[in-house]
């Protein structure tokens, strides 16, 4: 039986007017982050599940749903912008948490 999950897709573009250079060292760079991104499990670290191209100048980067949406969509629905100190600490736990954990690693990521 197959389980139906929420993901997102976020699409890459590579612009036709860069240089054979500018592009090479952009998909280099997209590359290098795919596979560290891919090797990254934590629970404060948006999870990359896949990557696919979808034509010469565009590809794809799957991620994992947040439910809760993003840290910047939750700031701006709150009253003036403003959250309680409860849970403005309780999201700077969480970001430190995830910065430490990309930071700890045995190749870190920051």
Not at 18 to 42: D, G, M, T, V
Not at 68 to 97: C, F, H, W
Request: charged share 25%; with cysteine.
């Amino acid at each position: 039986m197959h389980r139906l999950e929420w993901i997102v897709i976020k699409i890459h573009s590579v612009s036709t007017h860069w240089s054979e250079n500018h592009r090479q060292s952009y998909i280099r760079h997209a590359i290098r982050e795919y596979q560290i991104h891919k090797s990254l499990h934590h629970p404060n670290v948006t999870a990359l599940l896949d990557v696919f191209e979808i034509n010469e100048s565009s590809f794809a980067t799957v991620l994992e749903y947040c439910e809760e949406g993003s840290l910047e969509e939750y700031t701006q629905s709150r009253d003036e912008n403003r959250l309680p100190e409860k849970e403005a600490k309780l999201i700077i736990t969480m970001l430190v948490a995830g910065l430490k954990y990309l930071n700890d690693r045995k190749l870190p990521v920051m």
